[in-house]
């Protein structure tokens, strides 16, 4: 029998399932490892939305006046407290640079090429699984309070709208045709018939974990402390202190995959771009599909188990602990959208961190600078919508036949 390539995957989040569903299904023995259960971290939390359109990196040309802003403005979509300010300050100095017009050109392009067909990507794992159902098909909606506010993201929309996506400008009258609920202070909607939503991220995470043990992969819970070399290869980790080997490696530990490449002399400037959602199980108004107020781009999404409201960008890296102040602001987007929410039962306020490069590419496929090390981390906002075409093509990378996907834009040598 031909030897089975073993493969350890460093993280159980919706990156690194995917990838272990994909390297299973090909043949691969795999391992997952997580110090948490499958998706319990980030990828349980978000807010359901896979937006394959979405391809205008978050950095788009005039970034630079938007950054003053950002620094101060407390109530703001982003905010940065003061004591991170010198830690956050090379991370944002590259983000303006990959705003530069024909970067951006490129980075969209690197994007629609992952994302394109993303909601197949994904039913195809679910489908295999039996939960197709946990794919919601009923677009998506953004709210303008008017022309002059959707004008702010007019290049955006049409960055995304060059790269294929199918939008709809509403006027009042057609915006309450889809969501009859929606508070007067919105006059003009987007509707993005072609986007879709999980209906419950963490659901998702726990059947694809299945599908892979089916498949006779295995979970195993511990902390990967160190990536083992012998030589210039990378061969397994260490998990708890304790060796255990592999022919290759996957990094998907989100926001935490830099900490284990420093040692080997790899720097990648990966930051968690904190974020927050408030779950209100009977909310007395329910959207039927995910509605984003413009004003500070939150999500509300009709989950399984209630309302989600969803949003906010903070830096402070993975060690500091929530601000209740930024899930609160959640609420007030609510009430600009939903004034007669009602808000009295809520969840307990949840956080998780995006795994956030500047250049909103996420890093994908080989270090070539050594054999047997993967990586599959930094999909930002958009690692629920990523992680299915993620692992697909990693898997392909590994196993073969190899894909017709250039993994150049997404290679970790970009950072070199
Ligand atoms: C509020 C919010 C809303 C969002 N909304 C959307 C959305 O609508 N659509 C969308 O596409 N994306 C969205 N996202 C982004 C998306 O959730 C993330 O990009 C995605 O979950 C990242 O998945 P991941 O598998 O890379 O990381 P994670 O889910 O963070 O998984 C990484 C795993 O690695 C484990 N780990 C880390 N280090 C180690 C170690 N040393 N040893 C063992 N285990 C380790 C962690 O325990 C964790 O389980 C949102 C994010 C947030 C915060």
């Given at each position: 029998?031909d030897?089975?390539?073993?493969?350890?995957?460093?993280g159980?989040?919706?990156?690194?399932?995917?990838?272990?569903?994909?390297?299973?299904?090909?043949?691969?023995?795999v391992?997952?490892v997580?110090?948490?259960?499958?998706?319990?971290?980030t990828s349980?939390?978000?807010?359901g939305?896979?937006s394959?359109?979405?391809?205008?990196?978050?950095?788009?040309?005039?970034?630079?006046?938007?950054?003053?802003?950002?620094?101060?403005?407390?109530?703001g979509?982003?905010?940065?407290?003061?004591r991170?300010?010198?830690?956050?300050?090379?991370?944002?100095w590259k983000?303006?640079?990959?705003?530069?017009?024909?970067?951006v050109?490129?980075?969209?392009?690197?994007l629609?090429?992952l994302?394109?067909?993303?909601?197949?990507r994904?039913l195809e794992?679910?489908?295999?699984?039996?939960?197709?159902?946990?794919?919601?098909?009923?677009?998506?909606?953004?709210?303008?309070r008017?022309?002059?506010h959707l004008?702010?993201?007019?290049?955006?929309?049409?960055?995304r709208?060059?790269?294929?996506?199918?939008?709809?400008?509403l006027?009042?009258?057609?915006?309450?045709e889809?969501?009859?609920?929606?508070?007067?202070r919105?006059?003009i909607g987007?509707?993005?018939?072609q986007?879709?939503?999980?209906?419950?991220?963490l659901?998702?995470?726990?059947?694809?974990?299945?599908?892979?043990?089916?498949?006779?992969?295995?979970?195993?819970?511990?902390?990967?402390?160190?990536?083992?070399?012998?030589?210039?290869?990378?061969?397994?980790?260490r998990?708890?202190?304790?060796?255990?080997?592999?022919?290759?490696?996957?990094?998907?530990?989100?926001?935490?995959?830099?900490?284990?490449?420093?040692?080997?002399?790899?720097?990648v400037?990966?930051e968690s771009?904190?974020?927050?959602?408030?779950m209100?199980p009977?909310?007395g108004?329910?959207?039927?599909?995910?509605?984003i107020?413009?004003?500070?781009?939150?999500?509300l999404?009709?989950?399984?188990?209630g309302?989600?409201?969803?949003?906010?960008?903070?830096?402070?890296?993975?060690e500091?602990?929530p601000?209740p102040?930024?899930s609160?602001l959640l609420?007030?987007?609510?009430?600009?959208?939903?004034?007669q929410?009602?808000?009295?039962e809520?969840?307990?306020?949840?956080?998780?961190?995006r795994?956030?490069?500047?250049?909103?590419?996420?890093?994908?496929?080989?270090?070539t600078?050594?054999?047997g090390l993967w990586?599959?981390?930094?999909?930002?906002?958009?690692?629920?919508?990523?992680?299915?075409?993620?692992?697909?093509l990693?898997?392909a990378?590994?196993?073969?036949?190899?894909?017709?996907?250039?993994?150049?834009?997404?290679?970790?040598?970009?950072?070199?």
């Open positions: 029998m030897h089975r390539p073993s493969v350890l995957v460093i159980a989040g919706i990156v690194g399932l995917c990838t272990a569903w994909h390297l299973a299904r090909a043949g691969a023995d391992t997952v997580d110090r948490a259960g499958p998706g319990e971290g349980s939390g978000n807010a939305a896979i394959a359109g979405s391809v205008a990196p978050l950095a788009m040309p005039g970034v630079l006046r938007d950054v003053p802003k950002m620094l101060l403005d407390r109530k979509a982003l905010t940065i407290p003061t991170y300010w010198p830690t956050a300050f090379p991370w944002l983000f303006v640079l990959s705003a530069r017009p024909e970067r050109e490129a980075i969209a392009q690197g629609a090429t994302l394109q067909g993303a909601e197949d994904h794992i679910l489908e295999a699984e039996g939960a197709a159902d946990l794919i919601s098909r009923q677009g998506q909606l953004y709210l303008y008017d022309r002059e004008a702010k993201d007019d290049a955006a929309w049409e960055l709208r060059r790269h294929g996506l199918d939008m709809r400008v006027n009042r009258i057609e915006l309450l889809l969501e009859p609920e929606v508070s007067d919105y006059g987007v509707f993005l018939p986007q879709s939503h999980s209906v419950n991220p659901r998702q995470a726990r059947v694809i974990a299945r599908g892979v043990e089916r498949m006779g992969g295995a979970f195993r819970r511990g902390n990967a402390t160190a990536l083992m070399t012998e030589g210039h290869r990378v061969t397994g980790a998990i708890d202190g304790e060796a255990f080997a592999a022919d290759h490696t996957v990094l998907a530990a989100g926001a935490w995959s830099a900490k284990l490449l420093a040692p080997l002399g790899l720097h400037p990966l771009q904190r974020g927050y959602h408030v209100l009977s909310p108004v329910m959207p039927r599909r995910p509605i107020p413009a004003d500070r781009k939150v999500f999404t009709p989950m399984e188990e309302l989600r409201i969803a949003g906010s960008v903070e830096f402070g890296g993975t500091a602990p601000s102040e930024r609160a609420l007030e987007d609510l009430a600009k959208v939903y004034p929410a009602d808000t009295r809520q969840r307990p306020h949840w956080m998780g961190h795994p956030c490069l500047p250049d909103s590419l996420p890093v994908i496929g080989p270090v600078a050594w054999p990586c599959a981390f930094g999909h930002g906002h958009l690692g629920l919508t990523g992680s299915a075409p993620t692992g697909a990693l898997a990378a590994l196993m073969g036949p190899a894909p017709n996907t250039d993994l150049t834009p997404f290679g970790l040598e970009r950072f070199a």
